[in-house]
T-cell receptor, first 115, second 112 residues
Framework: GAVVSQHPSWVICKSGTSVKIECRSL??????MFWYRQFPKQSLMLMAT?????????EQGVEKDKFLINHASLTLSTLTVTSAHPEDSSFYIC???????????FGPGTRLTVL | DAKTTQPNSMESNEEEPVHLPCNHS???????IHWYRQLPSQGPEYVIH???SNVNNRMASLAIAEDRKSSTLILHRATLRDAAVYYC?????????????FGKGTRLSVIA
């Protein structure tokens, strides 16, 4: 099956710093990618839809100036958590859809810990 | 996407079959039934999907009720590596490239 990678797999940062997470589709082109956040013992919550070559679409309650999304190519989307705070500590997961198979492929996730 | 209802948790003995139920009484005629699972500390992975007929693949089987208001994911022989949260999700055939919406899923524990 198709593979989606994420980097880094985990990151620890100080409060106030910015962290960039990369999401790559390795063997198919993805005009659209999705970013989710998951807190412990909870389900995945959609944060935003990343569109190649255009602005991302954010879900209600997600600050677009805090969670910057860039989708500069058909295989790469990045999520930058700006001015991170401890409450941003979470498991961030991206996904990309293979329309041909009507299947979503998920990255392995990035665990962010903000001290 | 239409709503699904799953038990919060289930337990199974290793090497025994597991039947994970999902109720979707408001399913529409164009909704596919998808199952994904999330292993600990990993992203979700696709398991199986179907529309009306039962489906089999190397990971599992999907049994769909005749009225389509419920379905059952069947793991024929549970292993410790099958311990995960299993999500039943309805997606309209015309969803295109839209995101999956996750409910709470069923947390499956497998006992050695």
């Amino acid at each position: 099956g198709a593979v989606v990678s994420q980097h880094p797999s985990w990151v620890i940062c100080k409060s106030g710093t910015s962290v960039k997470i990369e999401c790559r589709s390795l063997d198919f082109q993805a005009t659209t990618m999705f970013w989710y956040r998951q807190f412990p013992k909870q389900s995945l919550m959609l944060m935003a839809t990343s569109n190649e070559g255009s602005k991302a679409t954010y879900e209600q309650g997600v600050e677009k100036d805090k969670f910057l999304i860039n989708h500069a190519s058909l295989t790469l989307s990045t999520l930058t958590v700006t001015s991170a705070h401890p409450e941003d500590s979470s498991f961030y997961i991206c996904s990309a859809g293979d329309v041909r198979a009507d299947t979503q492929y998920f990255g392995p996730g990035t665990r962010l810990t903000v001290l | 996407d239409a709503k699904t209802t799953q038990p919060n948790s289930m337990e199974s003995n290793e090497e025994e079959p597991v039947h994970l139920p999902c109720n979707h009484s408001t399913i529409s005629g164009t909704d596919y039934i998808h199952w994904y699972r999330q292993l600990p500390s990993q992203g979700p992975e696709y398991v199986i999907h179907g529309l009306t007929s039962n489906v089999n693949n190397r990971m599992a089987s999907l049994a769909i009720a005749e009225d389509r208001k419920s379905s059952t994911l069947i793991l024929h022989r549970a292993t410790l590596r099958d311990a995960a949260v299993y999500y039943c999700i309805l997606r309209d055939v015309n969803s295109g490239n839209t995101p999956l919406v996750f409910g709470k899923g069923t947390r499956l524990s497998v006992i050695a």
